[in-house]
Antibody, heavy 118, light 108 residues
């Protein structure tokens, strides 16, 4: 069974770039890898997805700040979010959707909390 | 983007009762790309229902989904203590994927 583990810096300063990693135990090529975030006490927000081939798609309002990639040698998925503000403070989850249905979020990591503060 | 509106925001019930949660989409969407998630405090969301009515692996049959077009429903029959949680609907018919604002099923 595929398992996911997110990791990140915990605290990021405003205007800097947030970098997160999701480590996949299992086959990295059978899912589309989605990033979703959830501000404290608020609803879920989809950030985007990336496939092991490198193809990706992201939410239009975040697109200019988002870079996602897959490192098949390390079985890792990465998210970079640039020019962060306090509004980017959230729990960040990675989630896998099968190749045939990329948005069916079948497996989730436990998430990593990111706080944007000076 | 497709906006999903969930109602009610809070549902106060007792164990053994049934819960009916609603989700309305701002545009018609394919039921094949509609899902429900459960989220307990401190945990990630868990896929309950996919394709509007299919139960995900390991989900008890007291959870059922229905609906089409713009109106979808999640029914939980005979609430168990572990069912008191947040529930979110989600569509992945059209990018960007979107979630509803959630319904909190709480102890009465």
């Amino acid at each position: 069974q595929v398992r996911l583990q997110e990791s990140g810096p915990g605290l990021v300063r405003p205007s800097e770039t947030l970098s997160l990693t999701c480590t996949v135990s299992g086959s990295i090529g059978i899912y589309y890898w989605n990033w979703i975030r959830q501000p404290p006490g608020k609803e879920l927000e989809w950030i985007g997805y990336v496939f092991f081939s490198g193809s990706s798609n992201s939410k239009p309002s975040l697109k200019r700040r988002v870079v996602m990639s897959v490192d098949t040698s390390k079985n890792e998925i990465s998210l970079q979010l640039s020019s962060v503000t306090a509004a980017d403070t959230a729990m960040y989850f990675c989630a896998g959707g099968p190749r045939a249905v990329a948005g069916r979020l079948e497996i989730w990591g436990r998430g990593t909390m990111v706080t944007v503060s000076a | 983007e497709i906006v999903l509106t969930q109602s009610p925001a809070t549902l106060s019930l007792s164990p053994g009762e049934s819960a009916t949660l609603s989700c309305r989409a701002s545009q018609r969407l394919s039921s094949s790309y509609f899902a429900w998630f459960q989220q307990r405090p401190g945990q990630p969301p868990r896929l309950l229902i996919y394709g509007a009515s299919g139960r995900a692996t390991g989900i008890p049959d007291r959870f059922s989904g229905s609906g089409s077009g713009t109106d979808f429903t999640l029914t939980i029959s005979r609430l168990e203590p572990e069912d008191f949680a947040m529930y979110y609907c989600q569509q992945h018919d059209r990018a960007p994927l979107t979630f509803g604002g959630g319904t909190h099923v709480e102890f009465k």
